[in-house]
């Protein structure tokens, strides 16, 4: 009656997702300040002040038609061409409106990429432990394999011996989140240059392209100086995935794009199946009033005060009271070691103290946690009396 896949998908909700909603009904229970929540990677930021004066500018100052109506399935021209002069000047890397396909975020950039590369249901995607688990349900879509390399559980770069046994002549692309969810870690220049040797090497051993898809919606989330290699500067069969979720603090707004460089081999052609993809999933086309708002606000810079102040003062003390943490340098997430080697163990111990956070076997780790660490510096303040009772429990 029904499909299974799909009831599925729909009746159990991912880990993040099933704690979250969890949260929401004990913070009902015992009162929002009594719930320290670590769960959702959602930005507790405010939207930068450009970002709210073009909304109202454009609401003001545009015909309703212009501000509410359809734009082209692509994009509006405005957006295209303000994404594309950006990119060109940020990284002296030639990008022309005609190579960005704007998209409801990012999740649905990925799924596009995914269903446009996909030829048969041999092909595979291979994705990069610790990972962001919806991706397999995105390349899931495809009807394509999909494959996870084992972490490095050190550093949390690439483990590139498993990598190198995991590709095969039915790889279609290997995912790249950087900075990364939920390590937070930034891939280093070494790492992506070892990276492209590798797949350059195996796109000729099997005389078929291998492309990277970059998932980059942490791409500005960075401290300390930490530097995001742009990828496409490094690998042509690159594609790129954005979102302005975590820059902008606009998650719900869902908006993104996908970009496929000239560099990318037919790269019109590929170009037009993620199009085509998206028409199949029945994405028409991206809120147009957000479209009209990103136009306004890309080089908006987030503000990333609160978050390097989370970052260093959870990184701080929980190393400090002996947890094992690789420091991250972007993002807005400590993926911590459990310290009795089971993040489920450990995730249900907070829990009943009343710290929510995400376990790590869906990531592709299950001895770690995620600790998402946007949130209000004095919600972190608060746990760390709690992380202390855990880990003399346990």
Not at 20 to 33: C, D, L, P, S, T
Not at 171 to 194: D, H, Q
Request: glycine share 6%; net charge negative; charged share 25%.
């Amino acid at each position: 009656m029904i499909n299974e896949k799909a009831y599925k998908l729909g009746s159990q909700r991912s880990s993040i997702r099933e704690l979250f909603e969890y949260g929401r009904k004990r913070i009902a229970e015992v009162g929002k300040e009594n719930v320290l929540d670590f769960s959702l990677g959602n930005p507790s930021t405010p939207s930068p002040k450009e970002v709210e004066e073009a909304f109202s500018k454009i609401l003001e100052t545009l015909p309703p038609l212009a501000v509410h109506g359809y734009t082209s399935a692509p994009g509006c021209d405005e957006i295209r061409s303000a994404i594309s002069s950006s990119l060109t000047r940020q990284f002296d890397f030639r990008v022309n409106p005609e190579n960005l396909y704007i998209t409801c975020g990012a999740a649905a950039a990925l799924t596009s990429v995914f269903a446009a590369l996909t030829e048969n249901e041999n092909d595979e995607f291979i994705t990069l432990a610790p990972f962001f688990p919806e991706y397999r349900c995105f390349a899931g879509v495809s009807g394509a394999k999909f494959k996870v390399v084992p972490a490095d559980e050190v550093n949390f770069q690439i483990n590139f011996n498993c990598l190198e046994k995991t590709i095969n002549e039915n790889t279609k692309g290997v995912i790249v989140n950087s900075p990364n969810n939920p390590s937070g870690t930034v891939y280093s220049e070494e790492t992506i240059k070892k990276l492209t040797e590798l797949l350059n090497e195996k796109s000729r051993r099997y005389n078929k392209p291998i492309f990277i898809i970059s998932d980059e919606p942490y791409r500005e989330l960075v401290y300390g100086g930490a530097s995001v290699p742009f990828i496409p500067e490094y690998y042509d069969n690159t594609i790129v995935c954005y979102s302005y979720s975590k820059k902008l603090s606009l998650p719900g707004e869902r908006i993104g794009y996908v970009l496929v460089p000239e560099r990318v081999v037919e790269w019109k052609k590929v170009f037009d199946a993620v199009a085509g993809a998206a028409r199949m999933f029945g994405y028409v086309c991206a809120p147009s009033l957000i479209q009209r708002v990103i136009a306004e606000c890309v080089e908006v810079s987030p503000d990333l005060g609160v978050y390097e102040t989370n970052r260093n003062l959870l990184y701080n003390s929980l190393t400090e009271m002996g947890y094992y943490c690789a420091k991250p340098d972007g993002a807005f997430y400590l993926f911590v070691k459990s310290p009795k080697g089971d993040g489920n163990y450990f995730s249900e111990i907070a829990k009943r103290k009343d710290v929510l956070i995400v376990p790590g076997g869906p990531f592709g780790c299950d001895n770690f946690v995620r600790i998402a660490y946007c949130v209000d510096t004095e919600v972190c303040e608060r746990a760390l009396p709690r992380f202390r009772e855990i880990i003399d429990t346990i």
